[in-house]
């Protein structure tokens, strides 16, 4: 088998975790994962938007991913402030940082093994997951960074 | 002469020589188009990345905010005492004029309390001429003054009320520019 095959046969996802849920991007969007910098919040912003980063010179936006999913604020002990870390994505030609808890692993996925969502948990809409996958008893929610990053954004600020 | 020559021509002249190698110096390029009997049309790119300006740097809730310092006219210390009110707007009285107080921290929609700036003897007024009416606006802390080159606040958020781009500060930290057209 050629590598080339080998790479259409399967993706390469992301693992990160958020408030105590394994959550996945494809790897080809992300860039680098960083420990957090200091944030510079932006006023007059959504309140998911953490703020600014300096990524060596660029200035970044950072997505606080549990208000962007609505999922609790409260902290998950399992995961130390250590672990946390923020993904750069490049997504329509933009970087984006993702804060997330903790960054698990990749994996890789056949698109044939990403089973589609029949319901989820109300606070995430349905149009964001791309798909959920069991791997060894553990579930891990495919994340549609297009349409959660870009559907209709909602009105700035107050 | 072609009107490739008569460009020459206007470049030739000192004043132009001065703005296209200003230009160039930002890595920037400027066109000029010509109709006869109708005027001329002077096109300048400059790229965001690259423009540097001349600002005053400002605490506001102890976030570090610069302010371009071609919008300000003046820098003042003023007595709480001497703030007065006009139709429920604070405003002070400058060589004569009124000038409207504006809360640094209520333009930016920080999640604090507003215009506790009367509790304090003494407050530190920016005032931002920006062509039309002059306003002052109160900051916290007036730090020092900085070339400052300006960057484009990302794509992805368009159009920040009151906040124009973004730079980056000695330290390695983001700052934000103050958009005094909407504050003003």
Redesign the interface.
């Known amino acids: 088998m050629t590598k080339k095959e080998k790479i259409t046969e399967k993706t390469q996802y992301i693992s990160f975790i958020i408030a105590r849920e394994e959550y996945g991007v494809e790897l080809i969007q992300t860039k680098e994962i960083i420990k957090p910098l200091k944030i510079t919040p932006v006023p007059n912003t959504s309140d998911y938007i953490s703020g600014v980063i300096n990524l060596r010179g660029q200035v970044i936006p950072v997505i606080d991913m549990k208000k962007k999913l609505n999922l609790a604020i409260e902290k998950d002990k399992a995961s130390s402030k250590d672990e946390e870390k923020i993904i750069i994505i490049n997504i329509k030609g933009m970087l984006l940082g993702l804060y997330v808890d903790c960054v698990k692993e990749v994996v890789n996925l056949k698109n044939s093994e990403i089973k589609d969502v029949k319901e989820t948990k109300n606070e995430i809409e349905k149009e964001f997951i791309k798909g959920v996958i069991n791997i060894d008893e553990k579930l891990i929610i495919i994340l549609d960074l297009k349409k959660l990053l870009f559907a209709k954004k909602e009105k700035k600020g107050a | 002469m072609s009107s490739q020559d008569k460009l020459g021509l206007i470049f030739k002249t000192d004043i132009m020589n001065e703005v296209k190698t200003n230009i160039e110096k930002l890595d920037g390029e400027i066109y000029i188009e010509s109709k006869k009997g109708q005027g001329s049309k002077f096109t300048i790119v400059l790229p965001l990345t690259l423009a540097i300006t001349e600002a005053l740097m400002v605490k506001i809730n102890k976030?570090i905010f610069a302010i371009p310092l071609n919008a300000i006219s003046e820098i003042l210390k003023i007595e709480t005492k001497n703030i007065k009110q006009v139709k429920g707007n604070d405003v002070i009285l400058l060589r004569d004029e009124t000038i409207s107080l504006i809360d640094g921290k209520k333009s930016?929609?920080?999640n604090v309390e507003y215009n506790l700036y009367k509790t304090k003897k003494e407050i530190s007024v920016v005032i931002i001429n920006n062509g039309g009416n002059p306003i002052g606006l109160i900051v916290d802390e007036l730090l020092y003054q900085q070339e400052i080159v300006i960057?484009?606040?990302?794509?992805?958020?368009e159009n920040?009320?009151?906040?124009s781009g973004?730079t980056?500060i000695g330290d390695?930290?983001?700052?934000?520019i103050l958009d005094v057209k909407d504050i003003a």
């Open positions: 976030e930016l929609n920080m960057k484009s606040l990302s794509d992805y958020l920040v009320k009151n906040i973004a980056i390695g930290e983001v700052a934000l």
